[in-house]
Nanobody
Framework: QVQLVESGGGLVQPGGSLRLSCAASGSIFAIYGMGWYRQALGKQRELVAVITNIGKTNYADSVKGRFTISRDNAKNTVSLQMNSLKPEDTAVYYC???????????????WGQGTQVTVSS
């Protein structure tokens, strides 16, 4: 089994910053893509940022220039630095990873439990 555990959510004022972290653990042979998604109340889950195992990144247009995704392959972690936060960034943020376990020949899709980010004055 593979577990993804997020941390770092909370309440922040508009214009503030937060850093989310996610650690993968368990029976891991290899981790390919890692990323962050979010789901606001009443809306569908959407991509925020993703990063490949060689560091190539992709961001949603709404967060470009404000958010930065990074990963530490040695520690199986991915982080999201969020600056200049806006009320519309309020959502539950989910960590995602494509993980191959020793028992499988293809990678599976794994999700964290989610962490709430609230941007409000």
């Amino acid at each position: 089994q593979v577990q993804l555990v997020e941390s770092g959510g909370g309440l922040v004022q508009p214009g503030g910053s937060l850093r989310l972290s996610c650690a993968a653990s368990g029976s891991i042979f290899a981790i390919y893509g890692m990323g962050w998604y979010r789901q606001a109340l009443g809306k569908q889950r959407e991509l925020v940022a993703v990063i490949t195992n060689i560091g190539k990144t992709n961001y949603a247009d709404s967060v470009k220039g404000r958010f930065t995704i990074s990963r530490d392959n040695a520690k199986n972690t991915v982080s999201l630095q969020m600056n200049s936060l806006k009320p519309e960034d309020t959502a539950v943020y989910y960590c995602n990873a494509q993980v191959r376990t020793p028992r499988t020949s293809i990678a599976g899709d794994y999700w964290g439990q989610g962490t709430q980010v609230t941007v409000s004055s």
